[in-house]
């Protein structure tokens, strides 16, 4: 069976997560070919299909530029003349892909987050001349937009996902979810488990942590929040619970992940507001690939407050590294984390609730490997992509 899978993102967590998919696809015997962007970040990683870096995008990952209140509105304005210009560019480089696609005639082309509900006229195109396209949606609707802007955003998406002979989704929450939310035939739509993150095993440095890096005492426990800064992401809830935490238990908490929304700056003045500033590191990078094992190595407990989520690629490489996680009951998480076995639930926004499981961890370390080890268990177990492979490749094989 020939397989196109398009991940747009030459970098961070969706690629990362197609990488890996395309890597099952291919040991189960599938011809894989992967199109994204010409920033691909894991050329130098060995792969069993092909890669087609083609789209010719801006970085995924790009550094937040501060302005002084003189140049803010001129910066402003520059975004959004920018944000139009690279609509004009998606859109142009959407029928490089089609175009692309058209050519091969595989089997099937394989789709993640549409982010953009007139990329429908794409689809379109493809599925009256033929092609046969499937998604797996980690996303269905922008967890940071609002009100009435969320709203037009999920009417426009109707038109999307029709065109689609299966979608994927991460859990039953979201399945339920998603069909609550678009008029989408529930025969179209199947579950997968996530899968885990054993490509940063393979790729990450070995030895050591970064506690030096970060100037953190070897003895001091360590709480990780890691990835993207989003307002969706909870981590002022992070930041006052960790007030609370540090009146009980003499930790650290590290927060390392590049802007996308969140000023690194306004969570740098909550921590001082809460009086716990020398306690709290605020990183707004992002890590190399090799590196995440050694950041993963620094922490004890890894912390996902979001006040909004599907599904988790940081829970994931928590598991894969053995660490245990807190994390809120929102979407797959609640699916994911085996409550009291591989880490512990708490609601969102409930910052009590928060402070009260992580210093559990924190003040235990032998309660938090003996978490970790089963997080790692769970991962190898429930979450091995050979199983997941096959159940997408045998239901390639009922629509092809």
């Not at 010409?38 to 990683?45: D, K």
């Not at 269905?140 to 998406?157: D, T, Y």
């Not at 969102?348 to 490997?369: N, Y």
Request: neutral net charge; charged residues 25%.
């Amino acid at each position: 069976m020939r397989i196109v899978v398009v991940e747009p993102d030459g970098a961070g967590g969706m690629l990362h997560y197609a990488f890996q998919m395309c890597t099952a696809l291919a040991e189960e015997g599938a011809d894989v070919t992967l199109v994204t962007s010409q920033h691909y970040e894991l050329a130098g990683v060995p792969a069993p299909f092909h890669v087609a870096p083609i789209m010719r995008l801006w970085p995924a990952i790009e550094p937040m530029h501060r302005h002084r209140r003189p140049g803010r509105i001129l910066a402003a304005l520059g975004h959004k003349l920018r944000r139009v210009a690279r609509a004009v560019r998606y859109a142009r480089e959407w029928g490089r892909v089609s175009r692309f696609i058209l050519r091969e005639q595989p089997d099937v082309a394989q789709f993640a987050i549409i982010r953009f509900p007139f990329l429908a006229w794409y689809l379109r195109k493809l599925s009256r001349a033929g092609t046969t396209l499937t998604q797996v949606c980690h996303e269905f609707e922008p967890r940071e937009a609002r009100g009435p802007l969320r709203a037009i955003h999920r009417a426009l998406s109707h038109s999307v996902y029709r065109w689609f002979s299966l979608i994927f989704l991460h859990g039953d929450e979201n399945r339920a979810r998603f069909l609550a939310t678009h008029p989408v035939d529930p025969a179209v739509t199947r579950t997968i488990p996530h899968g885990d993150e054993s490509l940063f095993l393979r790729v990450s440095t070995p030895g050591g942590d970064l506690r030096d890096r970060y100037d953190i005492p070897p003895d001091r426990p360590v709480a990780l929040f890691f990835g993207g800064l989003r307002p969706s992401k909870g981590i002022d809830d992070l930041i006052d619970a960790y007030a609370g935490v540090v009146e009980q238990v003499d930790a650290h908490l590290l927060v390392v992940g590049p802007p996308a929304g969140v000023d690194p700056e306004h969570l740098r003045h909550r921590a001082e507001c809460d009086g716990i500033t020398d306690r709290v590191t605020i990183d707004p990078h992002y890590l190399p690939i090799a590196e995440v094992g050694l950041l993963m190595a620094t922490a004890d407990v890894v912390a996902l407050p979001y006040r909004s989520a599907t599904a988790s690629g940081v829970l994931q490489v928590a598991y894969a590294f053995g660490r245990p996680v807190v994390a809120t009951e929102v979407g797959a998480l609640t699916e994911d984390v085996v409550h009291g076995d591989t880490g512990l639930l708490v609601p969102p926004r409930d910052r009590a609730a928060l402070t009260s499981a992580l210093v559990k961890l924190l003040a235990d370390p032998v309660e938090a490997r003996r978490m970790g080890t089963q997080a790692r268990r769970r991962a190898e177990e429930g979450y091995a992509w050979p199983p997941i492979a096959r159940s997408v490749l045998d239901a390639y094989r009922d629509i092809a």
